[in-house]
């Protein structure tokens, strides 16, 4: 049961470039979120997802877009990178009732560097 | 606690003592808590939960107590080991879809 599995791991971009960051989960869980931690900052939620093909803006979404066409991947996209989005990206999934989100459980992470 | 700033607050405590780590959450209204665990190039681990009708959970050598009048968590870690090292957050949810995470602590575990 390997959870949430985020790829890749690590990448530096140039400023402008694009890519896009992949995190699939086997865990049948309907809500899949993208965050960003900063040194010394709390995660930050730029998208979430309640279930496919629905998205929804997080705190932060500015510059980033993310897409859920299967229930078990939430990609997240950046069209144009700044220096502002070297950041570590985590997803994370999560089982909900209709009052809670519980416990979520992340991936690994993704290290971002943009130059 | 939580942070201000780049640095986190640090707790070093000695190998086999106790480990008290406390968090102030923000939201009067989060009724759903959790702690989770970060270890250096690793993502958050869920480590336990509290639901506000209570003010005590207990779990494998881990108690979370929650004091709704002045919004305090605090996790206890028994016979804390170098393992424990990491950086722990707790996270406070109102109910909706989004949860909001402190910044954490450090501990640190002195052999």
């Known amino acids: 049961n390997a959870g949430v599995t985020q790829t890749p791991k690590f990448r530096v971009l140039k400023t402008g470039q694009s890519m896009t960051l992949l995190c699939a989960q086997d865990?049948?869980?309907?809500?899949m979120y993208w965050y960003r931690q900063d040194p010394g900052m709390g995660l930050r939620l730029i998208h979430y997802s309640v279930g496919e093909g629905t998205t929804a803006k997080g705190e932060v979404p500015d510059g980033y877009n993310v897409s859920r066409l299967k229930k078990q991947n939430f990609l997240l996209g950046l069209e144009s990178a700044a220096p502002s989005q070297t950041s570590v990206y985590f997803c994370a999934s999560s089982y909900s009732s209709d009052r809670h989100n519980y416990g979520y459980t992340f991936g690994s992470g993704t290290r971002l560097t943009v130059v | 606690g939580e942070s201000v700033g780049l640095h986190l607050p640090t707790l070093s405590v000695q190998e086999g003592d106790n480990s008290i780590i406390n968090c102030a959450y923000s939201n009067s209204a989060s009724d759903y808590f959790i702690w989770y665990k970060q270890e250096s190039g690793k993502g958050p681990q869920f480590i336990i939960d509290?639901?506000?009708?209570?003010d005590k959970r207990q779990g494998q050598r881990v108690t979370v107590l929650l004091n709704k009048t002045v919004k305090h968590l605090s996790l206890q870690i028994a016979a804390t080991q170098p393992g424990d090292s990491a950086v722990y957050f707790c996270a406070e949810n109102t109910g909706g879809f989004k949860t909001i995470f402190g910044a954490g602590t450090r501990l640190f575990v002195k052999a």
């Open positions: 865990m049948n869980h309907e809500y």
């Open positions: 509290i639901r506000s009708n209570m």
